[in-house]
């Protein structure tokens, strides 16, 4: 079942501006994920934020999340072309082996 | 480091004909590994996770099945491959920590 739903499914945006990505999700959470997918290639870790955790950041990334929301959201400033990506958001069902339950992506395109 | 290798690269295959998918991990011993499909603009199903040599659990029932063989290898197939079995298969790892770490990918055509 899917677990995280990301918003909007595509993004196209001029090069220099921000991108925001949200994702939602439905059960309790120990932490989220955000992963990074170029065209043809596997996917890429990019930033993890814990349960206990409101906002964190990585260069020009910025995760948010509101657990009382089920929610996350993406920020990536002033964002270049080589950003240009789907970015998917993931999330543990539970702890241990349990694999990842990952969104269908949003579709970053960054315009020069 | 850890790498992970995925083969082959892409692969063209007719209908009926079987199918071998290898993923191998370097650097690390025992991960759980995945295995993924992700057709044409979409999210990631996954099929297959493994978290031991000969231990497979599978997640969608379909012709596809999994081995694990040696600790660092993971293997996809197929005896009669579908046109609906096209897709990009991508091979994960983790060792028992959140992140997981994917391969490059595979591109299945089925024809």
Redesign the interface.
């Known amino acids: 079942s ?1 677990q995280g739903e990301e918003d909007p499914q595509a993004l196209s945006i001029q090069e220099g501006e921000n991108a925001t990505m949200n994702c939602s999700y439905k059960t309790s959470i ?2 989220l ?1 955000w ?1 990074r997918q170029n065209s ?6 990019l930033i ?1 934020i814990r349960s206990n955790e409101r906002e964190k950041h990585s260069g020009r990334l910025r995760v948010t999340l509101d657990t009382s929301k089920k929610s996350s959201s993406l920020l990536i400033t002033a964002s270049r072309a080589a950003d240009t990506a789907s970015y ?1 958001c ?1 999330t ?1 069902p539970n702890s ?2 349990t ?7 949003t ?1 970053l395109s960054v315009i020069a | 480091s850890q790498t992970i290798h995925q083969w082959p690269a892409t692969l063209v295959q007719p209908v009926g004909s079987p199918l071998s998918l290898e993923c191998t991990v370097e650097g690390t011993s025992n991960p ?1 590994l ?1 295995w ?1 499909r992700q057709a044409a ?4 199903q ?1 099929l297959f ?1 493994s ?1 031991g040599i000969g231990q497979i659990s599978s ?1 969608v029932p379909q012709n596809l099945s999994a081995s694990r063989p040696q600790d660092r290898q993971f293997i996809l197939s197929s005896k009669k491959l579908l046109l609906s079995d096209s897709g ?1 298969y ?1 091979c ?1 790892w983790t060792t ?1 920590g ?8 595979t ?1 299945l055509t089925v024809l």
Request: proline share 6%; aromatic share 18%.
């Open positions: 899917q120990n932490n994920q992963y043809g290639r596997g996917l890429v870790h993890l998917f993931a543990p241990g082996n694999p990842l339950v990952f969104g269908k992506g579709r | 759980n995945y993924y603009g979409r999210g990631l996954l996770y978290v997640e990009f991508l994960a028992g959140d992140t997981q770490y994917f391969g490059p990918g591109r």
